[in-house]
């Protein structure tokens, strides 16, 4: 032949029984892919081992195998659509060109995972062979979702599954960033296209995985914080999020995400609380802003005693050695802001709570080991802990941490209060 094949300088070329003769283009390379489809029927066993012992070039032609060769621009530009389409397609399109096309192809079957399954596996097969083909599975399921508005609803829904499968089988070549990012496309979110392929793929991942296995993807694919922007601009709120999801189903996902919601929110009153007492706010200021937070964001009582406490003792200035410095500085900031835990604690369950608070930060921090009996102690002073409170922490408490030693450091207060109730 008048062209001659490109080799690379200093490489022998090694030279095989040929089955099919070496193509010096995408549509004769893909034309021949076709032809072993059609030679096996469609056997992706059988083809498998056609394609192993062929003499295709495949390190030239990795993208048509799959998908697409984007030649010079002078030449004329082929979309090539083997496994994934059966044939060639018109550039830019996924409409058949003209030439080869087999019927076996993942987008002619039925949508449904035990037919889609075996194109996973067989896909798998070949990349173990030829590993270098990884980088043209990338690129040809990133081009994939970039278009997602010209396959049809049917096909797209068998892309999606493709793709779950292809997590599921832990399919080397298809990291999730370069899934997930490239369908951010706007026109593409906007028309929905987006929202309704991700919601095929949850669905039939979590068939065979657990809802951490799907989390840990989207956090490779750095969008586990941004599942909102799957969604077309104007239903862009949590509540179209959680009804959405839970008529899919997916529940699960719906949890998840009101859990992150609210992590979040807590995570903004803790700062916002932390501003205010570090630069000395007035009490009532103070008060405010919390009430306010907690309607804003629906925050469990307890949840807020516990926050309320953390702020104030992460605002006290340590002293590194110095045990009666730190006992000081604890105290003065809990008589300082006794009127706002007073304002939180309204029920003896949460003043249990602030118990249990107390003595946890207690057992875990050294320098505070010694201070509970004297937390406990101002914080009765202060009234923000009932007598009864106390009394049933001592007698019935259930967290175990370091509770001996503390029931033993808060017993002559516990029996000062048991006979002041005797002379009462």
């Known amino acids: 032949s008048s062209k001659e094949r490109p080799t690379l300088g200093g490489t022998r070329i090694k030279t095989r029984k040929r089955n099919i003769a070496a193509p010096l283009d995408p549509a004769a390379f893909s034309d021949a892919v076709v032809q072993i489809y059609l030679d096996n029927a469609g056997d992706l066993e059988l083809i498998a081992r056609s394609i192993e012992s062929s003499d295709l070039n495949f390190s030239r032609y990795g993208d048509t195998f799959f998908e697409a060769s984007f030649p010079k621009p002078a030449e004329k530009l082929y979309c090539l659509f083997v496994v994934f389409t059966g044939g060639r397609t018109q550039p830019g399109t996924t409409k058949p060109d003209e030439g ?64 779950a499968l292809a997590f599921s089988q832990k399919l080397s070549g298809l990291p999730p960033e370069t899934v997930f990012q490239p369908l951010l496309k706007d026109n593409l979110v906007a028309k929905g296209l987006v929202l309704s392929f991700m919601t095929d793929f949850f669905k039939e991942y ?101 926050v309320v406490w953390d702020v104030l003792m992460d605002a006290v200035q340590w002293s590194g050695k110095n045990q009666q410095q730190n006992a000081n500085a604890a105290l003065r900031q809990v008589k300082t802001w006794a009127e706002l835990l007073n304002t939180f604690c309204t029920t003896g369950k949460l003043e249990l709570e602030l118990m249990y608070k107390v003595q946890m930060q207690c057992y875990e921090d050294a320098k505070l080991m010694k201070l509970f009996p004297e937390i406990i102690r101002s914080l009765y002073d202060q009234d923000v802990l009932a007598e009864d409170t106390i009394l049933h922490w001592f007698r019935k408490g259930t967290n175990s941490k370091g509770r001996q030693t503390f029931v033993k450091a808060l017993e002559p207060f516990v029996n000062w209060l048991e006979e002041a109730e005797e002379e009462e």
């Open 100 to 163: 080869d096309r087999h019927p076996y192809s993942i987008i002619e079957c039925e949508p449904k995972r035990e037919v889609i399954l075996p194109s996973v596996i067989y896909i798998q097969k070949i990349l173990r062979r030829r590993p270098f083909l990884i980088k043209n599975l990338e690129n040809v399921m990133r081009k994939f979702l970039q278009s997602l508005e010209l396959f049809e609803e049917n096909e797209r829904k068998k892309l999606a599954i493709f793709t």
């Open 206 to 306: 979590l068939i065979d995985n657990s809802l951490d296995d799907l989390i840990s993807i989207l956090k490779r694919g750095k969008i586990e914080d941004n599942l909102l922007d799957f969604f077309p601009p104007t239903k862009r709120s949590n509540e179209v999020f959680s009804e959405h999801f839970s008529k899919e189903g997916l529940v699960a996902l719906v949890e998840y995400n009101e859990k992150k919601i609210f992590e979040v929110k807590l995570k903004e009153m803790k700062s916002a609380l932390t501003t205010q007492i570090t630069e000395e706010a007035d009490t009532s200021e103070v008060i405010e802003t919390v009430k306010l937070r907690v309607r804003d964001a629906k925050l469990p009582d307890s949840e807020v005693v516990r």
